[in-house]
């Protein structure tokens, strides 16, 4: 007797998940008959490299599109797609993989090279090449060394790119003047926009009156003339930018500290050139927030490290989602490896969370972050280090719902030994638990939980080898999806379903 519909995908999608599914199978899938299950396959498991062959080919966008989107296959076989007929499919990997990952894994050069010279989509015309790099430009799937090789890049428009990716600070004199001597008129006007930038004047000319974006970025980051510090001190606007900018007048930073708004005062506490008799006002100062800033982080100081502990404040405070920078930008604008090595000694609970945010930290200080008193450095050790004990790791995905995401992705992300969690109150938890290959008997009682995924986690269970008992999971709708997902399937029975699902045997369709 035929399926019902609805189990029929169910067994689709299973069979999908199915790690120990064989290409074939997989392959089998990609059948008109199998798009129930496209998603599943192509976006939410990895897949051997045939069955990557068959994706990238695959006459459907749909399933190229979601391929672009995965996250759990390796960037380079992603980057295949960057020539795709289609701006849609181009679009979904310049964006890159979805969920976004906090720590997303960089495309290879050569596919960054073509969706940065890319010319206009050919298939579709709805997206525009600019679009599709501005979706690559926000992914942070381009790591900072990039924009650095670009400088000695061979087509010029790469090398425009370089120069309007990194600001002009960041470079060095030697880089700068090759820039400003560049063959390419493109190359040269850019590089003289990097020099305006750090004109004080250029910036006061540039400046808008009405407020907007533009320039609070222009007070936020850019050399500011004494003129222009006073104006917005006489007009009381704009002080927290003036407060954050390094290149503020000394003058405008002094009056600043003394400002009623505590979080312009906080600024300048943070500040790398704020000198020790302001410091230590600011270390009386009635605001809380104001005096740890000024208290937590000694002089001398670097800007460097102001931005660092800013990494982990205001809306990075608790925890945060936002993306971690790739394990090696600390070594190109970072603090020097000993000041974190001193913060994570520290007796400010910021400091320390600074330190456990570091994936560098050497290993003889792991240990004592890992039991620390302040549950933040715990929590961000088991997210950004790769050294954290995997009961750290474990207990921040039991206590933190918003990190399960990323630390499932990590290595040290326990899998074994959860026998203890079967009965958490937290389905994501049991569910966890219930995928454990390492239980002495199988989670039967999680087959009936209330939680949907607990139920599928549960019949998916390594640990449930009875193939009488997952005949029958696999014809109840409730367990259906698990059970086809079960690794313990002998291959003939995933082939068995498929044909009973109605997708058809290779040969078997005519074209």
Same mark, same amino acid.
């Given at each position: ?19 120990? %599914? ?10 008109? $008959?199998?798009?129930?299950?496209? #998603? ?19 006459? +459907? ?10 996250? =759990? ?16 499919? #181009? ?20 596919? /960054? +090279? ?29 790591? /900072? ?7 000695? =890049? ?11 990716? /990194?600001?002009?600070?960041?470079? &060095?004199? %030697?880089?700068?003047? @090759? ?22 004047? @250029? ?22 003339? +004494?003129?222009? @510090?006073? @104006? ?13 900018? #390094? ?23 943070? #500040?790398? &050139? ?19 800033? %000024?208290?937590? =982080? ?20 608790? &925890? ?15 603090? +020097? ?57 474990? $207990? ?36 966890? %638990? ?78």
């Amino acid at each position: 007797m035929s399926p019902s519909p609805s189990l029929a995908e169910s067994w689709l999608r299973g069979v999908a998940a199915n790690p120990a %599914a064989p290409p074939d199978v997989l392959i089998r899938l990609l059948d008109p $008959a199998g798009r129930p299950a496209w #998603r599943t396959l192509c976006e939410e498991r990895d897949l051997p490299a045939d069955v990557v062959d068959a994706v990238v080919a695959h006459p +459907d966008r749909a399933v190229r599109r979601a391929f672009a989107r995965n996250p =759990h296959v390796d960037p380079a076989q992603r980057g295949r797609l960057v020539r795709d007929p289609s701006g849609f499919v #181009r679009a979904e990997l310049a964006s890159g993989p979805r969920p976004r990952p906090r720590r997303p894994r960089p495309l290879p050069d050569d596919v /960054l +090279d073509a969706l940065l010279t890319a010319d206009e989509a050919r298939e579709d015309r709805i997206l525009s090449a600019d679009e599709i790099v501005g979706e690559l430009i926000s992914s942070r799937q381009i790591p /900072l060394s990039y924009w650095h090789r670009l400088h000695h =890049h061979p087509d010029p428009r790469l090398r425009v790119r370089g120069v309007n990716s /990194l600001r002009w600070r960041e470079l &060095d004199p %030697a880089r700068r003047a @090759a820039l400003l001597a560049d063959p390419d008129p493109d190359v040269r006007e850019a590089a003289a926009r990097g020099v305006r930038y750090l004109d004080p004047t @250029a910036m006061e000319a540039d400046l808008p009156e009405d407020d907007c974006h533009h320039r609070r970025g222009l007070l936020t980051n850019h050399p500011v003339t +004494d003129a222009v @510090a006073e @104006a917005c001190l006489a007009a009381g606007r704009d002080l927290w930018s003036l407060a954050q900018n #390094r290149y503020t007048p000394s003058f405008a930073v002094v009056r600043l500290a003394r400002d009623p708004d505590p979080e312009v005062r906080e600024r300048v506490a943070a #500040r790398a &050139d704020v000198d020790a008799v302001l410091l230590a006002e600011l270390a009386e100062d009635p605001d809380e927030t104001v005096r740890t800033r %000024a208290v937590a =982080h000694p002089l001398p100081r670097t800007w460097a490290e102001r931005d660092a502990i800013d990494g982990v404040l205001g809306w990075h405070a608790v &925890d945060c989602d936002c993306p971690i920078p790739e394990p090696d930008a600390w070594r190109t604008h970072g603090p +020097d490896a000993r000041w974190f090595e001193a913060c994570a000694v520290s007796e400010h609970a910021i400091l320390r969370r600074v330190a456990a945010s570091h994936p560098a930290l050497p290993a003889a200080l792991v240990g004592p972050l890992a039991e620390d008193p302040d549950p933040e450095v715990r929590h961000r050790l088991a997210c950004h280090h790769p050294l954290a004990p995997p009961a750290t790791v474990l $207990a921040t995905f039991v206590e933190r719902p918003r990190q399960r995401r990323h630390l499932l992705t990590l290595p040290g992300m326990p899998r074994t030994d959860l026998r203890h969690l079967l009965d958490h109150e937290d389905p994501e938890v049991r569910a966890l %638990a219930a995928a454990d290959p390492t239980l002495d008997r199988p989670p039967v009682r999680l087959l009936t939980d209330p939680d949907e995924k607990v139920r599928r986690a549960a019949a998916a269970a390594p640990a449930l080898r009875d193939e009488g008992a997952l005949a029958k999971l696999l014809d109840d709708p409730a367990t259906a999806e698990g059970a086809a997902a079960n690794p313990n399937l002998p291959s003939g029975r995933l082939r068995t379903l498929l044909d009973l699902a109605g997708v058809p045997a290779p040969g078997a369709r005519l074209p």
